[in-house]
């Protein structure tokens, strides 16, 4: 979409309070909606009908429905593939991704396999699809692989998502607000929920952009959607939006192949060659990666943060280090109802021994770097790209305005 510029008077010091009832997945929901805006007129339509939608269609629904059914027996197998984490990987005192010791857990089970696979699916799809050859069970594994594909997006663009450490940090206590929390859902829900509690008034009401007011269901958190748009898609981050979609071109001079490994290459194709004799690929053994389609690459510099800023140096040092830690059991587990926030905002701040930071040194540094609302504007960026790559209609003469392809 391409966005005019008119003034809006910021009412910085009015807030809104919202029901805290109406959280839940927001963080997958705004990704999911920043991605509507961005896509080929061509595509929804497509969408629309992979997913079976009765009446006004929206990708938001659906964004969490993978962390809603993780618990369904038929289901169970994929709760490793919210998540990677490095058997190196101790933030703060070191960031590996993979390290020397590689990935933990079975080949291929992870998040950003789980990019690659759902959208290698969905291409197939796709060529069956204009070939008119689709069966019923063609259009169901269709259906399940974008469901997927929306959900896992959103997750690689949360840090802890990316760690193996504590369970992506579901088994670090921490209080925020005098409240006794955890690490995951602090960046899972709890900073998402205080940015929208304080939301200047003027967002509010409808910017003067009909592209992204058309996308909006007139949830709680619309006014943290115009604002993640208006002041960082078409504001700060402009310019670099090309750059986010950008992938690292394949070595010039690839490493010495024995005669074998030629063989599978040939035979296989490099990518499942590849990944039969080890990976030569610069993306973390995973051949999740591509000039195309990186989820490895883009997902780097977000575990990162991991180390620069997630988990405080404090946690490991005395008297945090002797009483942060239990003994959860939830695998990198998300909340995806309202049950939770809507515990923590009701609930009576207590005094508690574990670290807080609900501070300017942490939340209030998350906060100006606009760190969350720049990693749901990647997913929302990246997640339109990777759609409107599989789904487009590059004949379509309709006239575009931003519209993202890989």
Known sequence: MRFSRVSLILAAASTIIPSVSAWGAVGHEIIATVAQMHLHPSVMPILCD??????NCHLAPVAAWADRIRGLPQYRWTGPLHYIGATDDYPSETCAFPGERGWEGRRNIN???GIRNTTNTLESYMGLRKAGLTTENDEDAAQVA????????????????????????????VSFDSRVTNLHSLWDGLLIAKRIRTIPSNYTRPLPLPDVESQLRGTI?????????WEGITGKYEDELDSWLTCPAEPSVQPLQTHWEQWLSWTFGRRIGSWIVG?????????????????????????????????????????YNHVSFSGSTDDHACNSSNQSLEVHWLSRPRKNPYL?????????????????????????????????????????????????IL
């Open 50 to 55: 992979i997913l079976n939608y009765k009446g």
């Open 111 to 113: 998040v950003l396999s």
């Open 146 to 173: 974008l469901k997927f594909l929306i959900h896992f997006v959103g997750d690689m663009h949360m840090p802890l998502h990316l760690t193996g450490r504590d369970r992506g940090g579901n088994g670090i206590k």
């Open 221 to 229: 958190y619309d006014p943290y959607i115009r604002r993640v748009v």
């Open 279 to 319: 990976s030569h690929l610069t993306d973390g053994g995973l051949n999740t990666d591509d000039e195309t389609l990186c989820p490895y690459h883009w997902a780097t510099p977000i575990h990162a943060l991991n180390c620069q800023i997630v988990f405080p140096k404090a946690l490991d040092e005395p008297p």
């Open 356 to 404: 807080e930071l609900d501070t300017p040194e942490y939340s209030g540094a998350i906060e100006n770097a606009w760190i969350v609302e720049k990693l749901m504007s990647q997913g929302g960026i990246r997640l339109a790209a990777v759609l409107n790559w599989l789904f487009a209609d590059m004949d379509d003469s309709t006239p575009l305005n931003r519209t993202y």
